[in-house]
T-cell receptor, first 113, second 113 residues
Framework: GNSVTQMEGPVTLSEEAFLTINCTYTATGYPSLFWYVQYPGEGLQLLLKATKADDKGSNKGFEATYRKETTSFHLEKGSVQVSDSAVYFCALHGSGNTGKLIFGQGTTLQVKP | AAGVIQSPRHLIKEKRETATLKCYPIPRHDTVYWYQQGPGQDPQFLISFYEKMQSDKGSIPDRFSAQQFSDYHSELNMSSLELGDSALYFC????????????FGPGTRLTVT
């Protein structure tokens, strides 16, 4: 079945540092890929998505490129802010065509001033 | 813009009691998903509905049932509650095709004592 593996956290960075959170996936077919962000005590917010190979999703300075050859969807940001501190989940659609999401285990990002 | 509404936001129940969680999707969204997120865990898919019919089922215990009503709101009914049912329960909604992104509600935090 489909699955997602994320780099383990927590990731601790200083403000304005470069961020990379690795995400690799196993899937049949060509699933859509997503990054969701969860701020403390809140629900999940869609950060960005990509629906086919070589697509680049971007939002709020974050980017991720759908790499089919390496089955990866790494999240990057050039300069993080304290307000980016949150848990980041990589996700894809499960097998079949019902849209359920399969999440990675989440990576906690802490940005220090 | 209208978001997904979940009620209640917090719920405390005792073991063996029942609980009902409600979800009101974004207007015009016809698909509802339920996810369970244990402490420090990634969200796990429970069940989904499309146009009031169950469309997919995940790791949902037999003690739980759910349905989607004619106005597209959904309810998750949980009986014989166990301590292990303590978690955040998220509802998400989407419009039509599974390739469309899911929008998550703020979640209901269920505590079983």
């Amino acid at each position: 079945g489909n699955s997602v593996t994320q780099m383990e956290g927590p990731v601790t960075l200083s403000e304005e540092a470069f961020l990379t959170i690795n995400c690799t996936y196993t899937a049949t077919g060509y699933p859509s890929l997503f990054w969701y962000v969860q701020y403390p005590g809140e629900g999940l917010q869609l950060l960005l998505k990509a629906t086919k190979a070589d697509d680049k999703g971007s939002n709020k300075g974050f980017e991720a490129t759908y790499r089919k050859e390496t089955t990866s969807f790494h999240l990057e940001k050039g300069s993080v802010q304290v307000s980016d501190s949150a848990v980041y989940f990589c996700a894809l659609h499960g097998s079949g065509n019902t849209g359920k999401l399969i999440f990675g285990q989440g990576t906690t990002l802490q940005v220090k001033p | 813009a209208a978001g997904v509404i979940q009620s209640p936001r917090h719920l405390i129940k005792e073991k063996r009691e029942t609980a009902t969680l409600k979800c009101y999707p974004i207007p015009r969204h016809d698909t509802v998903y339920w996810y369970q997120q244990g402490p420090g865990q990634d969200p796990q898919f429970l069940i989904s509905f499309y146009e009031k019919m169950q469309s997919d089922k995940g790791s949902i215990p037999d003690r739980f049932s759910a349905q989607q009503f004619s106005d597209y709101h959904s309810e998750l009914n949980m009986s014989s509650l166990e301590l292990g049912d303590s978690a955040l329960y998220f509802c998400a909604s989407s419009l039509g095709s599974p390739r469309y992104e899911q929008y998550f509600g703020p979640g209901t935090r269920l505590t079983v004592t």
